[in-house]
Each structure stands twice: as C-alpha cells, then as structure tokens.
C-alpha cells in the first residue's frame, strides 16, 4: 500500500512540474522563432506565416495551453529552418 502511495505522489509531482515545465519553455521556443525570422527577408510569405503562427503560439501560452503552443511555435520554427 505504501509503494502505491508513493508511486502516487511520484506520478502527481511529475505532472504538476512537467507542467511548469512547458510554460516556460513556449516563450523561449517563440522568441528563437522570432529571432530567427528577424535575420530573414520579412516580406518573403513562408516568414510571414510563420510569424503568424508565432502570434498564434504566444495567445495560446497567454490562455494556458501550453502543449497547444509548443506545438504551435516547434511547427514555425521547423518551417524557418526549412528556408
């Protein structure tokens, strides 16, 4: 019974800042995106898509959903390396 207790806690905590984790990753994910599209031609349409999905990103960490957002800002950042 105590192993269980304890593998529960365990399981618990890991969720808990797991979750902390991915909040404070989603900026510094969006500012590598951003950074990286400042060093391009701006007015080039796949730069501004993915600027637009950086904005998409940082609304998403602004409401909570912070998988949403990493996965969000990870797809802009793969499409600026594609360049």
């Given at each position: 019974?105590k192993?269980?207790?304890?593998?529960?806690?365990v399981?618990?905590?890991?969720?808990?800042?797991g979750g902390v984790?991915?909040a404070?990753?989603c900026?510094?994910?969006?500012?590598?995106?951003?950074d990286?599209?400042?060093?391009?031609?701006q007015?080039?349409?796949?730069?501004?898509?993915?600027l637009v999905?950086?904005?998409?990103?940082q609304?998403?960490h602004?409401?909570?959903?912070?998988?949403?957002?990493?996965?969000?800002?990870?797809?802009?950042v793969?499409?600026?390396?594609?360049?």
């Amino acid at each position: 019974m105590k192993k269980a207790i304890v593998a529960m806690a365990v399981a618990v905590s890991l969720a808990v800042t797991g979750g902390v984790a991915m909040a404070s990753s989603c900026p510094k994910i969006i500012k590598e995106g951003r950074d990286s599209a400042a060093k391009m031609k701006q007015d080039d349409p796949k730069v501004k898509a993915a600027l637009v999905k950086l904005d998409e990103a940082q609304k998403l960490h602004e409401a909570g959903k912070h998988k949403e957002s990493m996965d969000k800002a990870n797809e802009a950042v793969s499409d600026l390396k594609k360049m």
